[in-house]
Each structure stands twice: as structure tokens, then as C-alpha cells.
């Protein structure tokens, strides 16, 4: 089970840190990747992780603003998003990717088995 947080309203240029806790399983067995979705647009990768940690991913349109990192022994995945505009208003999603004998980070929502429920982040200009 995945339970996101952390999201809420900003004014462009803010940041947000959004958290994702896990439950039910071995954390650090997981690849792990959060996603957005806007109204009336497809879920799309934002950023990914290696299960140590030690391997990150992110999409191009995140330029270097969003930050993912985890703590396997507190079974939390982060998502820290800096220089926010309002086109990054979405729903966002974390998800673990059960596929143990890979090492890729995908950044295919389909190889994603499960899913959080998704914390709204709002940018106002």
C-alpha cells in the first residue's frame, strides 16, 4: 500500500516535498516512481529510483527542478519539486514497480503494479 502526501497550493516559483510511505511489503525490494496527471491529459513519468537509491531518473520537462530520494529504513520515497510553475499542476502519483529481476527504472506507467492515491499539487502565477 501507498499513501502519498504532501501536496497543497504554491505560487509559481515555490516548492513543495512530497512523500510517499509504504506498507505491506519489503521497501527497498522496489523500484519506486512518482507520476502526474493533469485534467485531460495522460499519466506521465516525473521522476524515478533505484532501489538503494543510488540510481535517479527524471523526464526532460523536469529540467532539473524536481528532486526524488528515498529512505529504505523509514519506507519513504520523496519527491522534492522546486521552481514550480503553473504547468506543473497535476495529480501526483507514487507507484512501486514489482518487477524484481530488473534493474531498469522504467518510465512506463504500465510496469507500475502499485499505485498511491495521488496528492493535488495547484501553481497559481
Known amino acids: 500500500q501507498l499513501q502519498a502526501s504532501g501536496g497543497g497550493s504554491a505560487q509559481a516559483g515555490g516548492s513543495l516535498r512530497l512523500s510517499c510511505a509504504a506498507s505491506?511489503?519489503?521497501?527497498?525490494?522496489?523500484?519506486m516512481g512518482w507520476f502526474r496527471q493533469a485534467p485531460g491529459t495522460e499519466r506521465e513519468f516525473v521522476a524515478g529510483i533505484s532501489r538503494s537509491g543510488t540510481r535517479t531518473y527524471y523526464a526532460d520537462s523536469i529540467e532539473g527542478r524536481f528532486t526524488i530520494s528515498r529512505d529504505n529504513a523509514k519506507n519513504l520515497v520523496y519527491l522534492q519539486v522546486n521552481g514550480l510553475s503553473p504547468e506543473d499542476t497535476a495529480v501526483y502519483y507514487c507507484?512501486?514497480?514489482?518487477?524484481?529481476?530488473?534493474?531498469?527504472?522504467?518510465?512506463?506507467?504500465?510496469?507500475?503494479?502499485?499505485w498511491g492515491q495521488g496528492t493535488q499539487v495547484t501553481v497559481s502565477s
Open positions: 507507484a512501486a514497480d514489482r518487477r524484481f529481476s530488473t534493474l531498469a527504472v522504467s518510465r512506463a506507467a504500465h510496469n507500475y503494479y502499485y
Open positions: 505491506g511489503g519489503t521497501f527497498s525490494n522496489y523500484i
